[in-house]
């Protein structure tokens, strides 16, 4: 999948969540990127947080990545033709203290990501406000 000026967030985080798993990567969207996925762009997000659980996984995102275009500055991932940056956070996968929370399957065009659901993205917003 090639990316470029005109790639949305749905295009991002699809190219993005192929090519990890495509890597043995298990990766789980969260975050305002995927509030925004479920609201329909209703609520915006300028980067893509992805949590990752495996420390040994995590060790490989940056070669992922670079078959797409990112490079790595600081602690997140950056394009030079997208919009969006792209953040992995360390696991397990929690919304505030609750750790008990099981990702779904979300679907945008093209394909499906991993990420939190509906309801799940919503508590997370919560949490973070």
Not at 17 to 38: D, F, P
Request: glycine share 12%; hydrophobic share 45%.
């Amino acid at each position: 999948m090639t990316l470029g000026p005109g790639s949305s967030l749905e295009d991002v985080a699809l190219a993005v969540a192929i090519s990890l798993k495509s890597a043995g990567i298990r990766a789980i969207l969260t975050g305002g990127a995927c509030a925004g996925i479920h609201t329909g762009g209703l609520y915006t997000s300028s980067d893509l947080d992805f949590v990752v659980p495996e420390r040994e996984e995590r060790a490989s995102v940056g070669q992922a990545l670079a078959a797409l275009g990112f490079f790595r500055t600081g602690n997140t991932y950056s394009h030079p033709a997208v919009e969006f940056v792209i953040e992995f956070l360390p696991g397990p996968l929690a919304i505030g203290a609750d750790m008990n929370v099981r990702p779904a399957v979300v679907r945008v065009p093209g394909g499906v990501i991993t990420g939190l659901s509906a309801t799940d993205s919503c508590r997370d917003r919560l949490a973070a406000w």
